[in-house]
């Protein structure tokens, strides 16, 4: 088709393009502001509130980016495939998108997964313990705890660290897909 060209890209590729970015946007916004909003407000509650607002808000916000991070990767491979030339400036950067983009599945699985085993098993912990022991005595003596990185809130202040840091494969990506858009 003659009105197809690298300048004038098929619909399906603006549309992939734009769903890539939205995605990608949405999740960059979604996991800065886990980090920035939401963990020191969370902070504030004694440590078995705490690991029940942690929990849920992991929850909650994985069922979004998981779903997200899956049509954003595949919008992108699919925009990165079908731009043209191969080797332009367009197809670097949307490739660039679509790699860094994926960077967040092995940070997840390395950093924050055991990480999130370690507060889950430490919620229930919390929750097996006699609140008003805890009041009392605090988390370190009644749980028995000997590092000074291994509190409650340490652990979800680690969290949310390691997190934030997640978010900036996602900023490159969404921000390549962007300038690929842009240029392309």
Not at 25 to 34: D, P, R
């Amino acid at each position: 088709m003659p009105f197809l060209s690298p300048r004038n890209p098929a619909p399906s590729v603006l549309i992939a393009q734009a769903i890539g970015i939205t995605a990608s946007g949405y999740m960059l916004g979604q996991n800065a502001s886990l980090s920035l909003a939401a963990l020191p407000a969370l902070m504030q509650a004694p440590s078995p509130l705490l690991a029940r607002q942690w929990w849920t808000l992991l929850n909650a916000s994985g069922n979004i980016a998981r779903p997200l991070g899956l049509i954003s990767g595949l919008a992108l491979t699919y925009a990165t495939y079908h731009t043209h030339p191969r080797g332009g400036l367009a197809f670097r950067l949307n490739l660039v998108a679509t790699l860094v983009l994926q960077a967040v599945i092995p940070i997840t699985l390395v950093w924050l997964l055991p990480l999130n085993k370690k507060i889950e098993e430490r919620m229930g912990e919390l929750n097996r313990v006699d609140p008003k022991a805890l009041e009392v005595r605090g988390e370190r003596e009644v749980l028995g705890i000997q590092g000074e990185g291994e509190s409650t809130h340490a652990l979800v202040d680690w969290w949310g660290v390691l997190n934030l840091g997640r978010a900036v494969p996602i900023a490159v990506g969404f921000g390549c897909a962007v300038a690929g858009a842009v240029v392309g």
